[in-house]
């Protein structure tokens, strides 16, 4: 399920490095050559940083994610004998490896659930579904754990990232078209577009006041019973829908087209299992700061 091409727990731990401030069709396009050039930790740790920062520099901040790669490639030979480690406690002690990093190394490369991944789009949809009400990572991580089972966190993940990236985008989520909005508490946004950030072209938005007053009437009308539906449902009982539901094909609005349901693309197809995303910048991640 994870966009980012890899053969081996280690190769896919160079490219979520490199991913980070990046895009997935970007790094597939650089990884080739790396692990060609570098096919193991013990290759890496030895890397001559002039020769490898030319390699990775169209990922963006090639000289810290050199100097993290090589310094988790040491680190792999010198303490787990060139082998990457195969626990949380181990990987989040690389240079340039947090818990996200480790979450997508365990689950996808690794076969195990330890956690749940919380990247941009996690961060951005729990909170819009309801699911937690935290903005920080690490408690988003763990609300979910607490509502999903064991052996759903992975896959979760990677269904809220497949629909964040095509549906529910961070700035006009496609309500309109969306799979889950019978579960979604936010999905009365898409009746009032006014609550939305404001775009080129359109009126200047809403004062504060104002918003909080149409806001409140949408909470008494269709919105309101919408909330209500929702908050009656178990949110635990949702968060296992919502991960059957997410990578579903977004679907069609009876008698209109997308774009006169008021969406700005069209409904986006389900992704095939090689099926890659479109490029976008991704906002920075504390590892890549680390
Ligand atoms: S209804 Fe769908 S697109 Fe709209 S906020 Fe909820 S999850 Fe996002």
Not at 144 to 167: K, T
Not at 202 to 229: N, V, Y
């Amino acid at each position: 399920m994870v966009e980012l091409d890899h053969d081996s727990a280690y190769q896919l731990l160079v490219a979520t490095i490199l991913a980070a401030q990046s895009t997935d069709k970007l790094i597939n396009t650089v990884t080739p050559a790396l692990f060609a050039r570098y096919p193991d930790p013990t290759a890496l740790a030895h890397a001559d940083p002039a020769e490898l920062e030319p390699m990775i520099f169209s990922t963006g901040f090639y000289r810290m994610k050199a100097r993290h790669l090589i310094g988790m490639a040491q680190r792999i030979v010198e303490r787990h004998g060139g082998q990457v480690p195969e626990t949380m406690e181990g990987l989040v002690d690389l240079p340039g490896v947090a818990r996200k990093t480790a979450n997508v190394v365990l689950g996808s490369a690794l076969g195990k659930n330890e956690g749940i991944v919380v990247d941009t789009h996690v961060s951005r949809l729990a909170p819009r579904l309801g699911l937690t009400a935290h903005s920080d990572p690490v408690k988003i991580e763990q609300d979910l754990m607490q509502l999903l089972p064991r052996d759903q966190w992975s896959i979760f993940a990677h269904r809220l990232i497949w629909h964040g990236r095509r549906v529910c985008h961070a700035k006009q989520p496609n309500c309109d078209q969306c799979t889950l909005a019978p579960l979604c508490p936010s999905a009365a946004l898409a009746a009032t577009p006014e609550l939305m950030p404001p775009r080129n072209g359109r009126p200047a938005p809403p004062s504060r006041a104002e918003r909080a007053r149409t806001a409140a009437e949408r909470t008494q009308g269709a919105g309101g019973a919408r909330l209500a539906a929702a908050g009656r449902a178990s949110a635990a009982g949702r968060a296992s829908v919502i991960g059957g539901r997410a990578s579903q094909r977004a679907k069609t609005v009876p008698g209109k087209t997308a774009k006169a349901a008021g969406s700005a693309k069209p409904a986006p197809k389900a992704p095939p299992a090689t099926a890659k995303p479109p490029g976008k910048k991704r906002r920075p991640s504390r590892e890549s700061r680390a």
